[in-house]
């Protein structure tokens, strides 16, 4: 048996450079190309973010230098409100606290360690500090060489310069060094990556140097910048212990009562009043010694018969009345054990639906603008549809968009979002191509989904998107997800099968007229033959009807189906 | 020899009445029919009469097969029409000039002159004989008119021997003196004018084997017959001749085939015409004609036992059956023109005996037996089925 000093021995605190080592794969660094698209993913996103919330149509440059075997500059350079300079360490330097890190509000990044993770990952591959040059587009323009001290968990600024800034330029350009990293023209690469965001970000300007120097330009193709998420207090359904019991420690509310009501949706004194049933139920079901008699209660329970559940039990008004002493208390004395009751009575109630005015969706209109400005196709559709609640508390909304045809090449593909974030990896396991598979394609007239020039969108928005794995690469297979996600793209798919069904009618019609026009000569020569008259007249005769027939047709074609009875 | 009563020459019915302008009115007619449509903004179309079983009927009155009054539009405005409305007009406007030049042409003639590319496409105004031919019978069918008047020429089979004068464009000849051969039937027997006739009945002989040893035997002479060789099923210029034989020249028509399946229908094409031709059964059938051998009798009359043959196939009350012979044999027992008496016990017989005998087997008795012998007493006596 060792000793426990001995153990001990070997117990160090981890370092925050440790943890990033360990868990590079948790967070986009895995894989040299995936390394590369996740530096620019996270510089890009904010840039994107930073430009939102401040109201400017975003402008976003990448350019990628190659600097020698797998080792590459990255510069990234955007048109936003820049950063005011005692920021500069705390945006780069301090990762898991970024700014919205634990707040219930959709955004791109959800970990808080985005481009703090990337100044890391540059600087232990490469070594080197990164280069923040931004300006807020005041007199002065900041260049600055960050590091961070993976230690303290501190960013540090290893060199500072200032600028004049004649001009008033604003805006941040940063460039990281990395190595260990590739740059491929693939679908998981940085090209693929920057086309599928100017897709769902039809409001971004967006540009990419190749290493080669190639300048690849996904330009602007809405004028209209989506208004930053707001801020939703997390809905009763959707809350874990440990998020009440955190909360009740910050806030500023001076009663359990006055909490619940405040920092949550759809909770109101009357709520409360049940609330406060419901855990007294609980408690007093719990002392109940037959598992059938339980397990009966909890039933009866679960179908809100709260009030016949508490008088099945002697004396339950005391109980009741200790339950309503917890929301009297000061929030901060609210023990574990208390937070976990009423997450469990939660559980048990039945609440509205959660607000969805803080989801951002897209909106048909912009994915259609996206889709078009990007890929140039002949067709294009977008469905976005009403916000809906999974889990019974978090809400969530679903958008498909569809492109066919035009320069979209044969072979079908389907775009991955998750709050407007392209996913590249896992697609697999993913619920939107387990959802686009399931669609029986050849009911919407495309027979060859395989080869059809078809181009499926699929963004889902949630302040909780549930995703498989720590990659946030691929979304769960949720019941009720898959089911919009369903509606969305047959929705979408009807609207393609009317364009497809029309374009296919009007292929046929111009062949059946093409199919009567040849003969007319041969007709006119024989017919000239029978009756004496001349064939040149006979012929005009046969080409007007025609025409005439056609004409008829295509106006009545407007009005709708037409029987093909020639 | 006396001369029996039983077959005889009787007056004409009908007198020959090919008139080309006819055809070429009926031509005209319809183009400038289809003219007037297009003009007033109609869709211009055929009416055919239907092909098929399901447009035949035996008329019982004529003992005829006639077609029904069924018909089938052909539009030129509908895809699935157009490329044959084309193709109809193509072979109309080449009879028209074929007849109006008094030229004829082969089936396979008016198929090559009428192929060629469409300009601006690969597509040819016919692929295949296959497509012109069935057009032709259309136009009979719709104009009611015969190819041969249309100046398209029907396969050429069978030939005639026997003492009539014939005119043929500037050739007249008498078929009793063109050697033993005879003389060979054209494809089209429209023009034709018969001169003299100086026989009393015309006999049809399925094979050209038999119908040598008749002329051999100077049958024709003695028994002043025509001789009319089908070789096998009789070709259209052969019943077309038939026709007009016994409708212009008034000759009764005996029919002289195996005992078999196969010579009965022979005999049944000739006499009611046949499903195919339905709508030219008024040209070429002759309803009154007379069957006279061979028959299931003559086996035990004439003692003709060891020279018959096995009926192909498997009969009827056997596991499989009927099949073969059998199975053609039942077909022409439900045919409504062999509803009589006689031919029900012929083809009863056929079945129970389960033989059939070739017209050769009575060289078994000597070469002379059919010609001395066997026809001359059969139909001097009257011996004949309906």
Known sequence: ??????????????????????????????????????????????????CEEAGILPYVRVEIEELGREHYKVIVEDNGPGIPEKY?????????????????????????????????????????????????????????????????????????????????????????????????????????????????????????????????????????????????????????????YRMAKKTRRNTVKRFLIGEFSRISDKKVDELIEYIAALRLIKTEKDKNVQEQLYERLAKGEVKAVLRSFRGYTKVVKQVAKIMEKPPEKLTWQEAEEIVEAFKYMKFLAPPTHGLRPIGEENIEKGLRGILKPEFVTAVTRPPK?????????????????????????????????????????????????????????????????????????????????????????????????????????????????????????????????????????????????????????????????????????????????A | MPKSKAVKREKPKERFSYDPTKVLNKLEEYGRRILEDIKVGKNPYFDIPTRGLNNVYFD???RVIRMGDKLSRRYF????????????????????????????ASLRE????????????????????????????????????LREEMHLTADRRGYIYGDIVIRDGEDEFNTSKLGMGGWAVPGTVEHLQFVEVNVDYALVVET???????????????????????????????????????????????????????????????????????????????????????????????????????????PPNKKGGPTGDYKRIIEEMNYPWFQNKEWQRQLQLALKMGVRIEQQALANKSL??????????KINNGELLP
């Open chain 2, 77 to 104: 405005l509908n895809v699935a029409h157009t490329r044959k409305f084309m193709q109809t007009l193509l072979l109309m406007a080449y009879v028209k000039r074929l007849v109006s030049e008094n030229k004829h």
């Open chain 2, 110 to 145: 008016a198929y090559y002159a009428n192929k060629h590319t469409i300009p601006g496409t690969k597509e040819n105004t016919f692929e295949d004989q296959r497509e012109s031919d069935p057009i032709i019978e259309d136009l009979e069918r719709m104009m009611g008119v």
């Open chain 2, 368 to 377: 002379e037996f059919v010609a001395k012998r066997y026809l001359p007493e």
């Open chain 1, 1 to 50: 048996m060792a000793e426990a000093k001995q153990l001990f021995k070997e117990f160090k605190i981890q370092s925050v450079s440790e943890f990033f080592r360990r868990n590079a794969a948790m967070l986009g660094y895995t894989g040299k190309i995936r390394s590369l698209t996740t530096v620019i993913h996270e510089a890009v996103t904010n840039s994107l973010d930073a």
């Open chain 1, 389 to 565: 609640v999974y889990s019974g508390g978090i809400p969530f909304q679903v958008e498909v968009g569809l492109a066919y045809g035009g320069e979209i090449q044969s072979g079908f593909d389907l775009l991955r979002y998750a709050n407007r974030v392209p996913l590249l990896f896992d697609a697999g396991s993913c619920v939107t191509t387990l959802a686009a598979r399931s669609i029986d394609w050849k009911r919407y007239k495309v027979d060859d989904l395989e080869r059809a020039p078809l181009v499926l969108m699929i963004n889902v928005i949630s302040v909780h998107v549930p995703y498989t794995g720590t990659g946030k690469q691929s979304i769960a297979n949720v019941d009720e997800i898959q089911n919009e996600i369903r509606l969305a793209i047959m929705d979408a798919a009807r609207k393609l099968q009317t364009y497809l069904s029309g374009k296919h009618r009007r292929l046929a019609q111009v062949k059946r007229r093409k199919t009567f026009e040849k003969y007319v000569p041969e007709i006119a020569r024989a017919l000239s033959v029978l009756t004496g008259e001349p064939e040149e007249a006979i012929r005009e005769y046969f080409i007007s009807y025609i025409e005439n027939h056609f004409a008829a047709k295509a106006s009545q074609a407007g009005a709708g189906e037409v029987s093909e009875n």
């Open chain 1, 88 to 244: 500069i360490t705390h945006v780069f330097g301090k990762m898991l606290a970024g700014t919205k890190a634990h707040r219930n509000i959709q955004s791109r990044g959800q970990q808080g360690i985005g481009i703090s993770g990337a100044v890391m990952f540059a600087q232990i591959t490469s070594g080197k500090a990164t280069r923040v040059i931004t300006s807020t587009g005041d007199d002065k323009i900041i260049e600055a060489w960050v590091k961070i001290d993976v230690d303290k968990n501190e960013g540090k600024i290893v060199r500072k310069e200032k600028h004049p800034n004649p001009k008033g330029w604003r805006g941040t350009r940063i460039e990281l060094e990395v190595k260990n990293v590739r740059y491929v023209r693939s679908k998981q690469g940085v090209y693929w990556y920057l086309k599928l965001t100017a897709i769902a970000n039809p409001h971004a300007h967006i540009e990419l140097i190749e290493p080669d120097g190639k300048l690849i330009v996904f330009p602007r193709s809405s004028e209209e910048i989506p208004e930053p998420p707001v801020e939703m207090k997390p809905h009763p359904r959707g809350v874990l212990t440990d998020d009440v």
């Open chain 2, 60 to 62: 019982e009155k004529r």
């Open chain 2, 208 to 314: 050209a084997a038999m119908a040598d040893r008749l002329i051999e035997e100077k049958f024709p002479k003695k028994e002043n017959a025509l001789i009319i060789a089908t070789q096998g099923q009789a070709s259209r210029g052969v019943r077309r001749l038939i026709h007009r034989l016994h409708y212009e020249e008034g000759l009764p028509i005996i029919v002289f085939t195996d005992g078999d399946p196969y010579g009965w229908y022979i005999y049944s094409t000739i006499k009611q015409g046949s499903i195919n031709l339905a709508y030219l059964s008024e040209k070429l059938a002759t309803p009154e004609a007379k069957f006279v051998g061979m028959t299931m009798d003559d086996i035990e009359r004439y003692g003709l036992k060891n020279v018959t043959e096995k009926l192909k196939g498997i």
